[in-house]
DNA sequence: CGAAGATTTGACGGGCCTCAAATCTGGTGG
DNA sequence: CCACCAGATTTGAGGCCCGTCAAATCTTCG
């Protein structure tokens, strides 16, 4: 059976804290040289023997799947400071192709997974890292679920000017290195209908297009409340209500 | 931050040699007292202070997340030989319901997290259970992103399948412990859809609904066909190819 | 400038949702 | 044993959101 490959073990997480992690998390491969990859270009694809574990020291990168009749699903956007490939599986369970120009050092499988038996502050840190990943993949089942057009656009939105202001981007400026088609594949619409949905949220006075890789946000709390989500604040609330609503 | 939580994670997997992992993995929590938990019955709420690793002994358990506006997604069903809870995170992700009569045993998360960082043996077991969970929930976002209503529940009634038949279920029928609105929520269908498409895979003589929480599976290979994924035949293909195609 | 690709905009149709009602199933009490 | 009821499921009619197809516009780069 082929099963699970991690993709997405983010790295920084927007407190000052986040510098000893990464630094420790980094330790593997800070030895490793720096590669190479156009845009385009496709790391390792889906299927292919997982051979090694990267880790991304600049530029962006998507994770593909590809159904048997060519219908394309972006599971994730990485960054500098992700990590890409942790598993135990022998294969890759998708593609990792580079949206801008990237470079990106690397270890073996087998030499990682050492490092993760031997060292004991690197396993909680693995551990958790891989908690963050399954949450992500709840949250974007959420959305993909039983949520509109614009609400996943909002939420899209609002969780890319998250991960900008945690890697020190400008504030209520989001950059959006991937295009319209990755951004449709990422949020199961197609590239009509995320253009159509940005025009809209545009005409709110929700956000404003800034060219075709950046979106300024001038109504954060709009944002928040198209997103349909809990999160009512930038920080999510650890006191978030419950309910127990059911439909009918 | 709230963050992940792992619900599932399969204990398990139908071959012989799943034994030994079991009872590895389940010597954790055997000497605790039996629960029991009514059809209904929530085990913990999304929200709650996650203090409990839990292992389902008997029953089924469906995993919940909801929306502020009283949406539902279920993100997982569990059964005997699942573990849920498992996470380094302080809070729970998601509420955990019982569908039938459940019975199940807990471990604090304290416990837990000791036992696993000092356990050499339980370490990549649970590591590698981890993985698998990411993987269902890749696989649940590629349904879920591209998936007409008829794929999604031929893909969730071949999961189902291989999932009874590896318990020792008959082979060739599914059981469906869960109601139609369980599935609607955890297909991102409603009700009525999930009906609809039942029926027609029925007219269609690929299955024959037997009561109301029985399948009889009566082409498995149009079924994986209707699926439209790249597993062909009732094992999953290590050898599957690879296709860079594109749309337009 | 010109061409290729990315994005936007428009018209139209279909698949799934919504609302509504009928039917089926299982459990309870007479 | 059977009538009855509540909940689950099925079936039907109609509408809307988003996908499809097509064309215009914008951007980039040789």
Request: glycine residues 8%.
């Amino acid at each position: 059976m082929l099963t699970s490959n991690l993709h997405m073990v983010r790295d920084v997480r927007g407190d000052t804290s986040a510098a000893a992690e990464l630094s420790d998390f980094n330790g593997i491969f800070c030895r490793q040289p720096l590669e190479h990859a156009q845009p385009g270009q496709i790391v390792f694809f889906e299927g292919d023997p997982a051979k090694h574990v990267f880790s991304l020291v600049e530029g962006n990168l998507r994770i593909c799947r590809l159904l048997s009749d060519g219908r394309r699903v972006i599971t994730g956007f990485l960054r500098s400071g992700d990590a890409v490939g942790v598993s135990f599986k022998n294969r890759y369970l998708y593609s990792a192709e580079a949206i801008d120009e990237v470079t990106f050092r690397r270890v073996t499988k087998r030499s990682f997974e050492e490092e993760l038996a031997t060292s004991p502050q690197l396993r909680p840190l693995v551990f958790s890292r891989v908690c963050d990943e399954v949450a992500a993949a709840q949250d974007q089942m959420v959305l993909l679920s039983c949520k509109s057009a614009e609400e996943r656009l909002a939420s899209f939105l609002l969780r890319q000017l998250q991960s900008d202001e945690a890697h020190g981007g400008l504030r209520g400026v989001i950059a959006l290195p991937m295009t319209r088609l990755d951004i449709a594949d990422y949020l199961g619409l197609t590239i009509e209908t995320v253009s159509r949905t940005v025009t809209k949220l545009s005409s709110k006075g929700i956000i404003s297009v800034c060219g075709r890789h950046g979106i300024k946000v001038l109504s954060r709390a709009g944002l928040a409340h198209q997103a349909a989500e809990y999160e009512d604040d930038d920080v999510g609330n650890n006191g978030r209500t419950m309910m127990a609503q059911r439909r009918h």
